[in-house]
């Protein structure tokens, strides 16, 4: 065979091995959408636990809470897995008190589930007080610098989280998209009206608070300025209560409603609060709405787009 018939049957194999590949590959397919990933939460005395690890340690449950922007892990629960604490620093949160705990350097936290993502842990905390409110085993708080990765869709019958990517998620369904906005803190605020029988409704800035187990409150600046609550209304003295920052302290009663968005809730169980220091003191804020209320809506938290979107899942009065 001479070169001329050798490279004309190398180019007729090259043809035909080019041409049993176009035949054999499969065709070519557009890259699925990341899926979507499905936490299991226990709903425990209206609070969120999912299941976590701190570095390699056995499952911890941490609390949901978009009231908090942190993750932060129970003091004693980060002294048992000798977690690196650097110094002191006294923190806030509702009640007029504070907690001193300290930074944590060189922790990581993971979500069961979701073992490809690692969240820093911040701060470690004494929480013993808000587990015994539970009444369940609290190891800590996972807050709002780990939501916003994703659009957080809380579903409450199903008791899942579905996180979504928030780069492709679209929403189709039937429920209504609220504004929201992060304040330094980290606190989901959403604009929301209260409608009190005698007075104007007042409407503001209220934080979505899903590490609270209450319902309504109304900050205590609003209550003194509306003189509330009304002296003919039926109340009792708030007993019991604590956040991060101690005990509450306030009158319960009801209002007429609670207007977020297209929705009404009616005639919520309402906090009126004379805390004088402590979150509920805030003069920013007007109020803060907690599981009572929100349980009652399938919730996504769509931080990318500044939107909080609610659709029903129960009837309003709660």
Do not use: W
């Not at 209220?206 to 187990?213: A, M």
């Not at 003189?227 to 209560?241: C, E, S, V």
């Amino acid at each position: 065979m001479n070169r001329k018939q050798l490279a004309g049957l190398c180019f007729i194999l090259a043809v035909s091995v080019a041409a049993f590949s176009r035949a054999v590959a499969p065709p070519a397919q557009k890259l699925a959408e990341p899926a979507t990933v499905v936490i299991p939460f226990e709903l425990v005395n209206r609070h969120i636990l999912i299941k976590v690890r701190i570095n390699n340690s056995d499952p911890l449950s941490f609390i949901l809470d978009t009231g908090d922007k942190f993750s932060i892990v129970n003091l004693a629960r980060a002294k048992a897995l000798g977690l690196n604490l650097q110094g002191e620093i006294n923190v806030g949160g509702a009640g007029a008190g504070t907690l001193r705990g300290s930074l944590v350097r060189d922790a990581t936290l993971t979500v069961l589930g979701l073992e490809g993502d690692k969240e820093p842990v911040v701060l470690a905390l004494p929480l013993d007080n808000i587990a015994s409110k539970l009444g369940h085993v609290g190891d800590g708080i996972i807050g709002s610098d780990f939501m916003k990765k994703f659009v957080v869709e809380i579903d409450y019958p199903a008791r899942v989280l579905r996180l979504h990517d928030k780069d492709k998620f679209v929403y189709s369904g039937s429920g209504d998209s609220i504004p929201v906005r992060l304040n330094s803190a980290g606190h989901a605020i959403i604009p929301a009206a209260a409608a009190i029988e005698g007075h104007a409704a007042i409407k503001g800035n209220f934080v979505v608070d899903i590490g609270s187990g209450g319902s309504l409150v109304l900050h205590n600046p609003v209550v003194e300025a509306e003189h509330l609550p009304n002296p003919d209304q039926k109340t009792i003295r708030a007993f019991g209560g604590a956040g991060t920052g101690g005990k509450i302290t306030g009158r319960i009663g009801r209002i007429a409603a609670l207007t977020i968005g297209k929705f009404r809730v009616e005639d919520p169980v309402t906090l009126f609060s004379s805390d004088k220091a402590g979150a509920f003191a805030s003069t920013e804020q007007q109020g803060n709405i907690g599981q009572r209320i929100l349980s009652k809506f399938t919730i996504f938290l769509d931080y990318a787009h500044d939107r909080i979107i609610l659709e029903p899942n129960a009837p309003s009065r709660i």
